[in-house]
C-alpha cells in the first residue's frame, strides 16, 4: 500500500471515529423525530382525523433534521472550521457547538494530534549516480486548523507530496557515503526544508527519521569488499605502530645494561631460566651466547657445590653411625 492510500485509509478511519463521537447527537434527533411520529399516531387514534397528527409528525421531523443539521459533538483534538455564507467564519471545537442550519457550514474537521507518515522507497540517484530507496518517517501536526483548510485543497496530501519531492532533491546533493553515514543531518535538514514550505499551510514537522537505505546487491558487495580491506589496512598499521612502540621500549631498556656486563649476563640468565621452568622443553642456544653467558664456569661451580653437599652428607652419615656404634 502506498503513501496516498495510506493516509486516505486514515482519514476513513478518522470520520468512522467522528460519527461514534457525534452519536448521541444523532440519537437525540432520532427521539425527537420518532416524539413526532407517535404523538401524530396517538392524536389519529383519538380524533380519529389527520390534521393534527400530520402537524405533530411534521414538527418532530422538522425538529430531528434541525437539531441534527445544527448539533455537533467533536472530540478534544478536533476543531471544526466554520464558514458562513461561503466565508470563513470561526473555529469551534472541542466539545458540543452549535451552528446555523443552511447558513453556517463546516467545511472540514481538521485532527490536531500529531500524526505519523511513512513514506516508502522512492529510487532516486545520488550525487555520485547511486540508485538508492529510502524509507523514511515523518512525525507532523496541525497547528493552525484555519491555515490547513483555507491554503491549501488537501493539506495531507500535500504534506505527502511535499516530504517526497524534498527528499529526492535533498538526496541528489548529497554522496552515498554521506547517506549513510550522515542521515540524522540529512533528516534534520529535512525538516528545516519542510517547516519552511509548510508553514503557511498551518503544518508543523515535528521529527523526520529515515530508517533505511537501500542500495544495489552488486554494490553492497564491493562496499563489503572496501571496508574489508580498509580494516585490514587499519589493522596492519596498527600492528605496524605496535612493533615501533615495543622497539622504543627496548631501546629504553637498552640503556640499563650499558656499559655494564655483568648485568646483562644476569638478565640473559634470568631469561633462559624463565623460559626452561615455564616451557619444560630444550632450547636450542648458539654457542656463541652460551660463551657470552659463561655458562661453562657457571656449571663447573655448580658441580663443585654438588659435590661439596654430598661430601657434608656422607661425613654427617659418618659421624652419625660412629656414635650409634658406641
Known sequence: MDTMSQLNQEHMTRQMARIKTRMPVILLGLFFGAVGIGTAILLFFRTGTLGWGVVCCGIGIAASLLWSMSAQLLAEWDRAVILRLGRFHSVKGPGFLLIIPVIDNISRIVDMRIRTTDFYGESTLTKDTVPVDIDAIAFWHVWDSKK?????????????????????????????DEILSKREEIAETLKKVLKEKTEEWGV?????????????????????????????????????????????????????????PVALQLRAMNILYEGLRAGGSILLIPSSTLDTMNLGGLTALALERTQSDKQKRLNLKENTEGKLTD
Open 204 to 260: 508543523n514537522f515535528n521529527s523526520i527519521e529515515i530508517r533505511d537505505v537501500s542500495i544495489p546487491e552488486k554494490l553492497k558487495d564491493a562496499l563489503s569488499k572496501q571496508a574489508q580491506a580498509e580494516r585490514e589496512r587499519l589493522s596492519r598499521t596498527i600492528l605496524g605502530q605496535a612493533e615501533l612502540e615495543i622497539g622504543e621500549k627496548f631501546l629504553a631498556a637498552s640503556k640499563a645494561y650499558h656499559n655494564n
Open 148 to 176: 490547513a483548510v483555507l491554503e491549501v485543497e488537501s493539506y495531507y496530501q500535500a504534506v505527502t507530496l511535499a516530504v517526497q519531492t524534498a527528499l529526492r532533491d535533498l538526496v541528489g546533493v548529497y554522496m552515498l
